[in-house]
């Protein structure tokens, strides 16, 4: 990952991870998931001497949306929300602002280039951050849907757990074993792992049918 910068950051009482990822030759970086100390967030790319040029939400829960609005009194950048997030939800963050990405759709941060793939289940238009292997091992920002040895809750309004099975099952389990996941909270020993071994460990990625799936999901 020689000219990719992704730093993952804990914030919080709820232990979110954000993120800047961006690229090291232009210093240009997105802010992924703002929240909680929006000052903590701009000394912090000061003191690196990044410039923040956009905003990337995996999903519109308080805990991961709370420091936009306070992030663009600061800064007139994009914030870049899936479509279905951003009609569920329904921010106020101004239409001048707000981009709705559709899954596939690709932006460049400097140089790099970053993939949003829809990923509902946990929300409607839950949303991870993909980086190809062009930048070394290929990495998943996955924001509440998958965490390391865990996935995202589905009895939360919105949340549909047929739609986080057909997620980890169809989208998540099929990309490659060397991809690196960085999760949206710090519910682990460990900060990231990779597909690999999330396929070994966490056992929501366990069930090859969806029956099974839901009686461990959902509460009993």
């Known amino acids: 990952m020689e000219n990719l910068i992704l730093k993952q950051m804990e914030v919080g009482p709820m232990q979110n991870f954000i993120y800047f990822i961006g ?3 232009t210093k240009e970086v997105a802010v992924i998931d703002p929240a909680w100390d929006v000052d903590f967030l701009l000394e912090e790319a000061k003191k690196q001497n990044l410039k923040i040029k ?6 519109g829960h308080f805990d991961h949306t709370n420091g936009v609005e306070g992030l663009l009194k600061h800064l007139d950048i994009p914030v870049y929300i899936n479509k279905y997030e951003a009609d569920f939800f329904k921010f106020n963050w101004g239409d ?3 981009k709705k990405t559709n899954s596939g759709e690709t932006i460049k941060i400097g140089n790099i280039e ?24 290929p990495l998943l920002v996955s924001g509440d849907t998958l965490f390391i040895n865990g996935c995202g809750r589905c009895d939360l309004p919105g949340g549909n757990v047929d739609e986080m099975f057909d997620t980890i099952s169809n989208k998540l389990m099929k990309m490659s074993d ?14 990231q792992d990779t ?12 069930y090859d049918n969806l029956k099974a799936f839901v009686s461990r999901r959902l509460p009993r």
Request: a negative charge; aromatic letters at 12%.
């Open 178 to 191: 060397d991809t690196i996941i960085f999760p949206g909270h710090n519910y682990s020993d460990k900060p």
């Open 23 to 25: 690229d090291k030759e």
């Open 195 to 206: 597909l690999k071994n999330q396929k070994i460990t966490n056992p929501y990625m366990q």
């Open 96 to 98: 001048e602002n707000v």
């Open 54 to 59: 956009a905003a990337f939400v995996t999903h």
């Open 114 to 137: 970053i993939q949003f793939i829809h990923t509902p289940g946990h929300t409607p238009g839950s949303q991870c951050f993909y980086v190809g292997a062009c930048h070394g091992a």
